[in-house]
């Protein structure tokens, strides 16, 4: 079978351009990041040699989502797993009205005063600062609910 009818070949040819090449609109989440694709996978037949074939429904992913493309760090999973090992749902606490998730560029307050309200964020560098802003919400929403109940 020619590699380019193989199955595989879409998948090892993304996960080679968002590691690989600066002009892919999501180079700065992989490659811009320092993940790279192990020396052995510049072969495709490696790749597909490691990998086996792929359970539909299922796409690769790096275990350590800080880590390279390779055999030790590499398999199939379900769309929910890796909806789970994403690096941005890292939270500090588990409040789903107000969270702290650590990205990036710092920590994200995402807040919700009121039940059924639109959440809002804002970024912090510390997670002292971030912690401050978190818990002056929490006093803020409990006095809302005090105002309401009146």
Known sequence: ????????????????????NPNHPQ?????????????RWDDFWSFVEDM?????????ERTNNNGNYEPSNCCWASPKTQANNRRMRSVVNDNPMNCI????????VAITLMPNERQHSKRFQSLEDAKEYRDLCDYERVFHRMLLSK
Do not use: A, E
């Not at 079978?1 to 690989?20: A, D, F, G």
């Not at 180079?27 to 020396?39: A, E, L, N, S, Y």
């Open 27 to 39: 180079f700065k989440d992989w490659g811009g990041r320092g993940v790279t694709i192990c020396d």
């Open 1 to 20: 079978m020619q590699k380019t009818k193989h199955p595989l070949y879409k998948t090892w040819i993304n996960i080679r351009s968002r590691c690989n």
């Open 52 to 60: 086996g074939p792929r359970p539909d429904g299922y796409s690769i």
């Open 101 to 108: 998730h650590i990205k990036p560029d710092g920590y994200r």
